[in-house]
Every structure is written in structure tokens, then in C-alpha cells.
């Protein structure tokens, strides 16, 4: 079973910085990677998958890159409606199924 | 416009049984995979079950499996997740969602808004 690791935890900073999220895969998934933010009382929203390609409609503040084990997620200038938490997500296709990481929370400094 | 809706928040007692739905709607529910997860209060994202409607084909959660039920009625652009016997670690909020394929690679790309389900004595 693929365990998803993310880190930090939480993470604190101040609106215009840039920040980077990390999930790393307990073995290789390929580009089988997604992100997701979720903020609270509300569902996650997709942001990339194929660990680089951005969803419909995400600002291209948002960049995921890696492959194999190591991912990131890059928020180039944080603003104010992205504090959140972010989760990363393998997708297997044959079983079927999905394991996201833990999540890291992104807090304001 | 894509959607997928929820039913409404549930209060039951440990040993009952519950059956949630998800309906789509603005594209061909049959051609897309439809998986469930659940949050516990405060904690992660927990993939449950995902199911094809086309044919029903399913799959599970080691964590999950023998524990929930996963269904689908192509007939009203359905799907569910049901209880045999409710437990009170089962209380969380429990969100439906597509399974997108694009470009070789899969992620859920639409959710439901989540329904509560809170069990209690």
C-alpha cells in the first residue's frame, strides 16, 4: 500500500511571500499526483493533477512539479483567499482507489 | 453546469443503518467513475470507495471494505453510500466526487457539498 507524506504540517506566512508544499510517495506513482485545496466548511477543490497541469480555472500563481517519489506544490504570491489546507493525492488505476496524504495547513503569519 | 448534490445532514444512533446519496447532474453520469471520502471533525481526507456506473464495478478501502456499501442507479443519476450498523466513529462529514481522466492521468475533479452524518446515543 502507497503511503502519501506531506510536510510540513503547517506552514505560516505573510500574504505576497511564496510558498512551497511538499508530498512525498512511500514508492515511485509516476505523475499520478493531485493537489487539492480545502478551505474550512467547505469541499476540496481540485488544483493539479499529472502533478503539473493545472484544473480549470486555477490561477497560475498555483505550479506543481516532480515525478516518481518527490512533489511540490508552489504558490508563487499568496493571497489571502489561499489559506487553506492543501492535499496531495495518488490515484491508482488498476485496483482502483486513491490515497491522499495528510495535508498541510497554510496559515497566516 | 456539472454538479453533484449531496443529501442533507443525518442524526442517527449506533446500530442503525443509512444510505446517502449523491446525485449528478450537466453530463453523462455513466461515463464517469463517482468515489467517496470521508473527514472525520477536524482531522484529514479519507478515500472510501469509487464505483463506475457504467457497470457497476467497484472498489474499496482496505480501511473501508465489509464496512460500507457502495451503489450506483444510472436510471436517476445516483449514487450511494450505506450502513448495515452505524457506529459512533463512523460521525464525519462524507463528500462524493467524480473521477476526471485527462490527458492519461486521473484526480477528482468535482464534489459534492458534503453531507454530515453524526451518530450518537
Known amino acids: 500500500e502507497i503511503v502519501m507524506t506531506q510536510s510540513p504540517a503547517t506552514v505560516s506566512v505573510s500574504p505576497g511571500e511564496r510558498v512551497t508544499l511538499s508530498c512525498r510517495a512511500s514508492?515511485?506513482?509516476?505523475?499520478?499526483l493531485a493537489w487539492y485545496q480545502q478551505k474550512p466548511g467547505q469541499a476540496p477543490r481540485l488544483l493539479i493533477y499529472?502533478?503539473?497541469t493545472r484544473a480549470n480555472g486555477i490561477p497560475a500563481r498555483f505550479s506543481g512539479s516532480g515525478s516518481g517519489t518527490e512533489f511540490t506544490l508552489t504558490i508563487s504570491s499568496l493571497q489571502f483567499e489561499d489559506f487553506a489546507v492543501y492535499y496531495c493525492q495518488h490515484y491508482n488505476n488498476r485496483p482502483p482507489g486513491l490515497t491522499f496524504g495528510g495535508g498541510t495547513k497554510v496559515e497566516i503569519k | 453546469e456539472v454538479q453533484l448534490v449531496q443529501s442533507g445532514a443525518e442524526v442517527k444512533k449506533p446500530g442503525e443503518s443509512l444510505k446517502i446519496s449523491c446525485k449528478a447532474s450537466g453530463y453523462s453520469f455513466r461515463s464517469y467513475w463517482i468515489g467517496w471520502v470521508r473527514q472525520m471533525p477536524g482531522k484529514g481526507l479519507e478515500w472510501m470507495a469509487i464505483i463506475n456506473p457504467g457497470d457497476s464495478e467497484t472498489g474499496y478501502s482496505p480501511s473501508f471494505q465489509g464496512q460500507v456499501t457502495i451503489s450506483a442507479d444510472k436510471s436517476i443519476g445516483t449514487a450511494f453510500l450505506q450502513w448495515s450498523s452505524l457506529k459512533a466513529s463512523d460521525t464525519a462529514t462524507y463528500y462524493c466526487?467524480?473521477?476526471?481522466?485527462?490527458?492519461?492521468?486521473?484526480?477528482?475533479?468535482?464534489w459534492g457539498q458534503g453531507t454530515t452524518v453524526t451518530v450518537s446515543s
Open positions: 514508492q515511485s506513482v509516476s505523475s499520478t
Open positions: 499529472g502533478a503539473s
Open positions: 466526487a467524480r473521477r476526471l481522466w485527462s490527458d492519461g492521468y486521473y484526480a477528482m475533479d468535482v
